[in-house]
């Protein structure tokens, strides 16, 4: 459980950064990531995703995101762990 929070505040803090307006878009306060992670949407993902310098590699993150994605319950806090996870390695790869 600990692992999957990690990588959620992670995933969390590299979507505020790549979309600066992302924090007054969600009328943020000072709260915790996770708390943001009940906010953060699918297409704030991709737009983390869509970051990435090599368009074949962000395209295909993107696509495979869909499928890992569970639409009906659209925030990031409610996605498996398999899905959290395979986002985290996504951004593992933006990092380098």
Known sequence: MKAYLQRL??????CLSSNPDL????GARKEKLSD??????LFDVKWLLMT?????????N???LECWWNI???ALSSQSDECIGF??????HLSR
């Open 9 to 14: 505040d992670a995933i969390v803090t590299a």
């Open 23 to 26: 924090l007054q878009r969600l």
């Open 36 to 41: 943001l992670g009940d906010q953060i949407r």
């Open 52 to 60: 990435d310098f090599s368009d074949q590699r962000s395209k295909a």
């Open 62 to 64: 993107i696509e495979a």
């Open 72 to 74: 009906k319950r659209d």
């Open 87 to 92: 986002v985290y390695d996504a951004l593992r």
